[in-house]
């Protein structure tokens, strides 16, 4: 470690950590984290999994999951959802309540999240970033031993741009990018079943060859997939054999592959 960089300390009971990250708001970052985390249970039912939104600015993973109300001592800070141990500071405010806080604060927060939540034994914790490259990223980089990063980003060249930054600034703080996921990839007519790419047609899958790291695997552009995560139903368990769903968990396998290789 670099003179003047925080020794990283490993999260008590937590083998893994994997970051899910994206340099742009609004391409599903949290959606696809949510349903990564839910694939990786589904993938392998005897690994435990957790996650931590670490978007304290906008946190999503309580509506994600249909979580309300604050989280006791007692139950160890966390909160548990389908068969997935949670945690975000959306359990903490008022829904409609704005978390104005300068960065000293929100990396407080951060560490609070980190070190003052008990996870028990997970296999897995699933961090939902906040969007882009600032300092949430980095502390959480410096300080605890993350797995793997995983990148999220749609086919549309602006999105493609941030994601590019995204990949990079882990590079240079060491953290293995697991690879890209292209979110909304194709959106196919429930009626004519006719598919059109919206926003742009295999860009992810580009950028992941121009970085040299691997493709994990497309997520389609469903109606399915916004109704439930509304209702706070992930399709990977609400709809668990749809083709959406199995997108998921495509992913996850393939997230469990590469954890494997950068590990030997």
Sequence with gaps: MARGLPKQKPITGVKQVIVVASGKGGVGKSTTAVNLALGLTAVNPSKSVGVLD????????PKLMNLKGNPELTDSTKRRAVCL???SMGFL?????????????????IEKLLRQVNWGSLDYLVVDMPPGTGD???SISQNIPVAGAVIVSTPQ????????????MFKKVNVPVLGLVQNMSVFQCPNCHHQTHIFGSDGARRLAETLGVHFLGDIPLHLNIREMSDRGQPVVVSSPDSPE??????VAAAVVRRLEEVST
């Design 54 to 61: 670490a978007d304290v600015h906008g946190p999503s993973i």
């Design 85 to 87: 141990l949670s945690m």
């Design 93 to 109: 405010v008022d829904d409609a309540a704005p978390i104005v806080w300068r960065g000293l604060m929100v990396m407080s927060a």
């Design 136 to 138: 949430v990223q980095l």
């Design 157 to 168: 060249d602006i999105a493609l741009l941030d994601a590019r930054r995204g990949a990079e």
């Design 245 to 250: 769903a199995e997108a998921y968990k495509k």
